[in-house]
C-alpha cells in the first residue's frame, strides 16, 4: 500500500513563499507520476501540477504558472512544490497524489493547510 505524507503548509503572507513536501513509501516511487491538487473552502478540488516519472516533464494549471514548480527526488522519494508571489487566492488544503498515468491518481495524502494572508 502507496502513502504519502504532505507537510510544509502553514500561514504566509501574501507575495510569500513556501515549499510543500510529500514523501511516499510502500511502493516504486519512479513509477508513479506524482502531481498536487488544491481545495478551497466551498469549491471543488482542482489540479496544481504534475511530473513524469523521470521529472522531465512537468504540467502546471494556469492560475499557478510561472511561480510554483514541481520538482521530485527519486532517490528519496519524495516530491516538492516550491510556491512562490503566493495570492490569497491560493490558500486551500494541498494534496499530493501518485498514480501510473496521468489519466487518474490511485493514491492521496491527506493534505496540508496552506493560508495566504494579506
Known amino acids: 500500500q502507496v502513502q504519502l505524507v504532505e507537510s510544509g503548509g502553514g500561514l504566509v503572507q501574501a507575495g510569500g513563499s513556501l515549499r510543500l513536501s510529500c514523501a511516499t513509501s510502500g511502493g516504486t516511487f519512479s513509477s508513479y507520476v506524482m502531481a498536487w491538487f488544491r481545495q478551497a473552502p466551498g469549491k471543488e478540488r482542482e489540479f496544481v501540477a504534475s511530473?513524469?516519472?523521470?521529472?522531465?516533464?512537468?504540467y502546471y494549471a494556469n492560475s499557478v504558472k510561472g511561480r510554483f514548480t514541481l520538482s521530485r527526488d527519486n532517490a528519496k522519494n519524495t516530491v516538492y512544490l516550491q510556491m512562490n508571489s503566493l495570492k490569497l487566492e491560493d490558500t486551500a488544503v494541498y494534496y499530493c497524489?501518485?498514480?501510473?498515468?496521468?489519466?487518474?491518481?490511485?493514491?492521496w495524502g491527506q493534505g496540508t493547510q496552506v493560508t495566504v494572508s494579506s
Open positions: 497524489a501518485a498514480g501510473t498515468s496521468y489519466i487518474g491518481y490511485d493514491y
Open positions: 511530473i513524469s516519472w523521470s521529472g522531465t516533464m512537468t
